[in-house]
């Protein structure tokens, strides 16, 4: 042996660790938190290494997140280290049985790990603390109230984040995020949400976590936790759906019209309580045809408007009868009525001028001559409106959907489309939901938007 190959050898020794025998191993935490993944490892080292198919540990199920290999050295032979990383969300505790691993033609197994799952508690730290609080603990199903989140750190905390809450039965909505240095030179983040109770009972709004990077030890992370928080939503009165505080209106374009010409019948709710939409009112009027036009929703100040239009068309009198909300009065506190007025419209007969007088005298093939040629002139007249509103269309179509492809902002994007409201009840749907998606979700939404517009025969 030359002495460069017995120097390669000696750097082998020293940059590959070196093992006498081959051996198996799984590592894990002691305990983690409900709700948050347990990550465990299996090792193994030999020559020839096969692991089993691990799918369910105790009913859970395992993925595998990552697989990577180390060269070691086993009785002077190069040899290899696998380790697999592998995860499972259990919400109780749970074993990790021994594992089955196929070491050079022989099995080897693992020792059992125990793994504790405890609830969240708020962390008490000098240095961090996460809180949370809402404003009223005993709301109505469907009243909006306040959640409050405050995270206060001390100068050692190099950088933070906080986990977007998330409760069963609650449907939740940012509406400020402000950071600043308090009093005692501790940085303060506040998050406010407008947080809404699906349905009654008692509920139990478990903590929220922040994970933050301390700068000693140096870039050491940390999860954190907030107070958990208790309320009783109350059942709306009466058996009642709707609450807040509002007002109805009504009108008509006018009173007197002749037959078969529509009368326009807007309805107009505005307040605040928890209405979505106002797809749930409809008119029916005994001989008469009642379509449904458009609806709106708008925003004026903390209230929000809603508007919905209808055209009403008969060839005889008819009354547009009252409309009625039943609602539980949050300023109030009482069970409260509102009622729009009855509209009586009067149809008159239709007018015909008779703008001749003159008879003429023709024969059958005369008639029938005159006939086929308007006939013709009919079907060319249409066939040429067809193909120049088709060509107009195309050009319209793709000049319009360049354009709204190429707005980037919800905000702009919204005024760009606005226009189009009352067209399409399904695109007035999407365009209400753009009002409150992330930017994450904006860009699919924004291509059904555009779908609508281009290909539903809005434009």
């Not at 369910?56 to 595998?64: K, P």
């Not at 809180?131 to 750190?153: D, Q, Y």
């Not at 793709?398 to 695109?427: A, C, H, M, T, W």
Request: glycine share 4%.
């Amino acid at each position: 042996m030359t002495v460069k190959n017995l120097g390669s050898i000696i750097f082998l020794l020293f940059c590959i660790p070196l093992e006498l025998y081959a051996w198996v191993q799984t590592t894990a935490p002691k305990e983690i938190v409900k709700t948050e993944t347990l990550e465990f490892r299996v090792v193994a080292k030999g020559f020839h290494v096969t692991f089993p198919m691990i799918e369910y540990i105790d009913g859970y199920i395992v993925q595998n997140v990552r697989t990577f290999h180390e060269a070691t050295l086993i009785h002077a032979k190069k040899a290899d280290k696998v380790t697999k990383i592998y995860s499972l969300a259990p919400t109780e505790d749970v074993t990790l049985p021994a594992f089955s691993i196929k070491v050079d033609g022989k099995v080897e197994k693992t020792q059992p790990l125990h793994v504790k799952v405890k609830k969240r508690t708020q962390t008490h730290s000098p240095d961090y603390r996460l809180s949370m609080n809402i404003s009223n603990i005993t709301p109505m199903a469907g009243e909006k109230f306040l959640l409050h989140v405050r995270l206060v750190c001390k100068d050692d905390v190099e950088d933070y984040s906080v986990e977007t809450p998330r409760f069963n039965d609650f449907a939740l909505q940012e509406i400020s995020d402000k950071e600043y240095k308090n009093d005692k030179g501790e940085w303060v983040e506040e998050l406010r949400y407008e947080i809404i109770a699906q349905k009654s009972g008692t509920f139990v709004l478990n903590p929220i976590k922040a994970a933050i990077e301390l700068s000693s030890p140096k870039y050491a992370k940390r999860n954190i936790y907030s107070n958990a928080l208790n309320l009783e939503v109350k059942k709306i009165p009466n058996n009642l759906t709707v609450m807040g505080s509002y007002e109805l209106h009504a009108s008509v374009n006018v009173k007197y019209v002749q037959k078969n010409q529509p009368v326009q019948f807007t309805l107009s709710l505005q307040g605040k309580g928890n209405i979505n939409n106002f797809d749930d009112i409809n008119i029916s009027i005994a001989g008469a045809t009642v379509y449904e036009k458009s609806t709106k929703k708008l925003h004026q100040g903390e209230e929000e408007i809603y508007q919905k239009s209808f055209e009403i068309v008969s060839d005889k009198n008819f009354t547009i009868p009252s409309v009625s909300l039943e609602y539980f009065d949050i300023k109030e506190q009482r069970v409260k009525e509102i009622t729009t007025q009855a509209f009586a419209i009067h149809v008159e007969d239709a007018v015909f001028e008779d703008t001749t007088k003159k008879k003429e005298r023709t024969t059958m093939m005369e008639k029938a001559v005159y006939f086929l040629s308007g006939v013709f002139a009919a079907l060319f007249l249409v066939y040429l409106y067809r193909v120049l509103k088709n060509t107009t269309r195309t050009d319209k179509e793709k000049r319009i959907k360049k354009e709204l492809q190429s707005i980037g902002d919800k905000e702009k994007f919204l005024k760009k489309v606005v226009p189009y409201l009352g067209k399409n009840r399904s695109l007035d749907r999407l365009l209400y939901t753009l009002e409150n998606v992330e930017n994450a979700e904006f860009k699919q939404l924004k291509k059904e938007i555009i779908r609508y517009i281009c290909e539903e025969d809005i434009l």
